[in-house]
């Protein structure tokens, strides 16, 4: 299975940006969809995810009603829409895959996550 993230880039503070990724290879498997990020000098973070499902939603408290996975998308796909943006955001945000665990939950362990994308950097600045 191969992730393929897009859409980081440079935006002002209170700025919005999307983060895109899809699966390939064995996508004939619904898989557990999230987003971890880590910024420079700090440990890779859970951000947010979806379930296998699609049913199931997860968020970090720092995200919480600025960041939104919207539901609806093509299967192994997620898509992160990042709103209201602050330095504290600037990191390399991967994407990352997981065909374990239940069909409904969202982890945030990133030892849960089997496949993981390249990463796309995301820096918020004046």
């Known amino acids: 299975v191969q992730l393929q993230a897009s859409g980081g880039g440079l935006v002002q503070p209170g700025g919005s940006l999307t983060l895109s990724c899809a699966a390939s290879?064995?996508?004939?498997?619904?898989?557990?969809m999230s987003w971890f990020r880590q910024a420079p000098g700090q440990e890779r973070e859970f951000v947010a995810g979806?379930?296998?499902?699609?049913?199931?939603?997860a968020y970090t408290n720092s995200v919480k009603g600025r960041f939104i996975i919207p539901r609806g998308s093509a299967k192994n796909m997620v898509t992160l829409q990042m709103n209201s943006l602050d330095s504290a955001d600037t990191a390399v945000y991967y994407c990352?895959?997981?065909?374990?665990?239940?069909?409904?939950?969202?982890?945030?362990?990133?030892?849960?996550?089997?496949?993981w994308g390249q990463g796309t950097l995301v820096t918020v600045s004046s």
């Open positions: 990352a895959a997981t065909e374990a665990g239940g069909w409904d939950q969202v982890s945030s362990s990133e030892n849960m996550y089997q496949y």
């Open positions: 290879g064995r996508t004939f498997i619904s898989y557990g």
């Open positions: 979806i379930s296998r499902s699609g049913r199931k939603l």
